[in-house]
């Protein structure tokens, strides 16, 4: 089978499997937006990819990051998920008036070097005032199962808070409140994530 058939056959499978027998463990409206999700992957996933179109209102964003195995070593070949609010905060569109997945999010697949690209547009906070601008990352591992990234908040956002930012630095070069390099039209944040044992779901 080739290649681009065998991901698309992968991930349809994930979408059926995560469908039945969750016993409550995922959020339905979560699992609901994820199930969407996967029909948007493309056939072919690069480790460079595009969150926002280029017409998309707002700050152009690049998310540089790496993925690391749950022993430190890159991880290689390894598919990621990416969302995220639009300038206004809002995660469905105008006004969140409909639940459905995400409008802006992406896919990436980590190179030899366990590295991935996104290109995007500045998230805003939460338009309620709830928590900071942040992105989600979903990782889909053959080797230690489909797991959530921690939540990667950036760290000049006013929203975040002193307990976050502890916390975050803590953890050292996986730390979650990332620091964000501004340039006259560009703005750019560093990530490093890393899988654990066991998946999520």
Known sequence: M????????????LCLSLSRGLDGQVDPEWLKMWNEAIETIP???DSESRIASVDEAGIPFD????????????AKNVILHAYHRDELGYDFGKGDEAT???????????DANGAFVFHTIRPAA???????????????????????APTVFLAD???VTFSQHDRSKQLGKFGWVCEVVKMKDQQ????NLKLREEGDF
């Open 188 to 191: 750019t944040m560093t990530v």
């Open 100 to 110: 459905t997945t995400w409008r802006l999010q992406g896919w990436a697949k980590t």
């Open 126 to 148: 939460d338009h309620l005032g709830r928590e900071g601008a942040h992105i989600h990352f979903t990782i889909i591992s053959e080797t230690y199962g489909n797991q959530w």
């Open 157 to 159: 956002d006013p929203n």
């Open 43 to 45: 056939l072919e996933v």
């Open 63 to 74: 998310i540089i990051g790496t993925l690391h195995n749950p022993d430190g070593t890159l």
């Open 2 to 13: 080739p290649k681009k058939q065998i991901i698309k056959v992968f991930c349809l499978m």
